[in-house]
């Protein structure tokens, strides 16, 4: 089983919807978690952090459930500019840093 | 943004050839980091270096060669690669406070075609 599996994609949605990707991880010694978006040929970008039960920045909202070792990013009303490729990362503690990276899902918002 | 910068952006080189990525973080961090991401591959952590030692090496082959003179500092030394070394090489860095709560901050990559 891979460490971290997000949803295989791509998801095709048209402007103003609601979409919401999942994320699973596998090593219970995961400390801190990471949405980030990556456009193409682009470096990842940091989007949200995830440190607790989840939180909120504008249309973006993040959930942690680390009982369930599951991760999700929900985006209401989509924008064009949302189109990209949302990674999943978790930074696995064990006395040092191990950020793993999930393959991503790639979102296209349709006008 | 430049808190995290690389050079060259993009590199075309032979089999036969030596080059050197650079990457520089001007954001305090006492981590660097680097990646290669393959077309529609996860990134693939290479080499982790804190406070400028290396503390991970994920059995990356050995015609890749990293180097960290300071905290601020990262060469990726590039010798004999195969044409399958082809991808983007993206840079990282962190403030490593011992606690998992780390956040990594990108450079934009080096793209590299090897012929």
């Known amino acids: 089983r891979k460490e971290v599996e997000q949803d295989p994609g791509p998801f095709n949605v048209p402007e103003g919807a609601t979409v919401a990707f999942n994320c699973t991880y596998s090593?219970?010694?995961?400390?801190?978690f990471f949405w980030y978006r990556q456009d193409c040929r682009k470096e990842p970008k940091l989007l949200m952090s995830v440190y607790s039960s989840g939180n909120e920045d504008g249309r973006f909202t993040a959930q942690l459930n680390r009982a369930s070792q599951y991760i999700s990013l929900l985006i209401r009303d989509s924008k064009l500019s949302d189109s990209a490729t949302y990674l999943c990362?978790?930074?696995?503690?064990?006395?040092?840093?191990?950020?793993?990276f999930g393959p991503g899902t790639r979102l296209s918002v349709l006008p | 943004e430049t808190g995290v910068t690389q050079t060259p952006r993009h590199l075309v080189m032979g089999m036969t050839n030596k080059k050197s990525l650079k990457c520089e973080q001007h954001?305090?961090?006492?981590?660097m980091y680097w990646y290669k991401q393959s077309a529609k591959k996860p990134l693939e952590l290479m080499f982790v270096y804190s406070l400028e030692e290396r503390v991970e090496n994920n059995s990356v082959p050995s015609r890749f060669s990293p180097e960290c003179p300071n905290s601020s500092h990262l060469f990726l030394h590039l010798h004999t690669l195969q044409p399958e070394d082809s991808a983007l090489y993206l840079c990282a860095s962190s403030q490593d406070t011992l606690a998992g709560t780390d956040t990594q901050y990108f450079g934009p990559g080096t793209r590299l075609t090897v012929l």
């Open positions: 954001l305090g961090h006492n981590a």
């Open positions: 090593n219970s010694a995961s400390q801190s």
């Open positions: 990362v978790v930074n696995i503690w064990d006395y040092g840093q191990n950020f793993v």
